[in-house]
């Protein structure tokens, strides 16, 4: 699954979570969105990114991929080991009766491919199996931690009918797998210990089994696989031990197998691999859910946010980026958290200003989105708590600068409990001399 994909299906958990439990913490996330060149769609599936990446969703996802490739690599071992019982089971007895060793072979095929089919035409989005919901199983026991409920909801959502092909490869695969094992084994077996051939039927006539044989052997012996003629299979009624008579029922097996299993199963592969990649790429999102349509007045592009009528222009453009025209051209910026509005910044440093209220707080990080600085200097009051909304906003601005620091502008009564949360956030002291290096 290529990255893009990736990220649309996180964009469909995200849009789940919300639509069941609210709306994220997202106004750093919906920042980041407004600020990428690109529609609608390119600014949902970023908003979807910085809120995966934040949340453990991006994580999440990895290792749920990680445990479904491990569970598909078991349940391939598996079905070797079942190709093989299938092999060993036709061939139990010694003489082989013909058509319960098809029976052997081909039954529980048929039957699964018959039941695939039928679900992939009259239940699209419920095209499973046994091997499916094994599979699923698996992975989820495999995962490490926790899965987020609305991953594989969100998957399947955003795949819609298109499903199926995934499914359908999926099923395929593993018959691919369980066919060539039993083949191999066959000719093992076949190659390595003489077998007598026969066919019982009570209700059955001699003629009507030629019938069959020769029916079912026609498209085999376009491909070379040899056919028995009437006189081979009337004889046979009886098992020999006539070496030509063994080889050509042996060789009438194996084409039937081949022809009617395996390339059964390698052709459906093939077609339903073609299918999902083709549906791969037609996939986008639908940004007519309503989830998505609430996020159009956030997610405006942040010129767009400033410039949509004259009152308002001036009104905007005067209170978010007038304190900040006198740094434009540096790339090195303090700012202060919740300090006094008496306080000075010293005179030589680019001051982006006091972020002590929320609108403040939020021109300042718009204007760092925009302009992500070189380094960035946190001026703090150590009079003040370090709480968890002084945390995030640290964290925030930490994301709008190559390299960050903290200046403890006193000594004042939380300083103990800020040293704690700087190693926590793993971020150093500085000085406002730091900016001038």
Known sequence: ??????????????RLIEKESGRFSDEDANRQASSIDGDLSDRIIQRAMVISDRNGLKEAQSDWLNSVKVSMI????????????????????????????????????FVTL??????????????????????????KKLSRKTTISQLLPA??????????????????????????????????????????????????????????????GEIPSLLGFSLPNADMIRSSEQALSNGEIRSAWAVWLLGIFIVYGIAVRVMLLIFCWLKWVVACQRISLNTQHPEYQRLIHDLEPIPLKSITDKERDDRHFGTAFEPFSHVIGHKKWLVAIDVENSWLAPAQIAFLGLLNNSEQRSNTLDFLQQNPAEKL?????????????????????????????????????????????????????????????
């Open 1 to 14: 699954m290529n990255q893009y994909l990736k990220s649309l299906w996180l964009t469909e958990t995200v």
């Open 74 to 109: 078991i349940l391939c071992i598996i079905s070797l080991f079942t190709g093989a019982g299938l092999a060993f089971s036709a061939l139990a007895q010694n003489p082989v009766n013909l058509y319960w060793a098809l029976l052997c072979l081909l039954g529980v095929h």
């Open 114 to 139: 018959c039941l695939w089919g039928i679900s992939c035409l009259f239940l699209p989005n419920e095209s499973g199996s046994i091997f499916i919901h094994a599979w699923l199983w698996l992975a």
């Open 155 to 216: 998957f399947i959502t955003l795949f819609g009918k298109q499903i199926r092909w995934l499914i359908g490869l999926i099923v395929n695969l593993f018959w691919s797998v369980i066919l060539f094992s039993a083949l191999v084994v066959l000719v093992i077996l076949l190659s390595s210990k003489h077998y007598s051939f026969e066919w019982q039927t009570t209700l059955l006539s001699a003629d009507a089994i030629i019938s069959i044989t020769r029916l079912l």
């Open 377 to 437: 200097l946190i001026a703090i009051d150590t009079n003040r708590s370090p709480d968890r909304g002084m945390i995030n906003l640290i964290n925030g601005l930490m994301k709008k600068s190559t390299q960050t620091k903290v200046w403890f502008i006193n000594q004042g009564r939380q300083y103990n409990n800020w040293l704690e949360s700087l190693q926590k956030l793993n971020i150093e002291q500085a000085d406002s001399t730091w900016l001038l290096e």
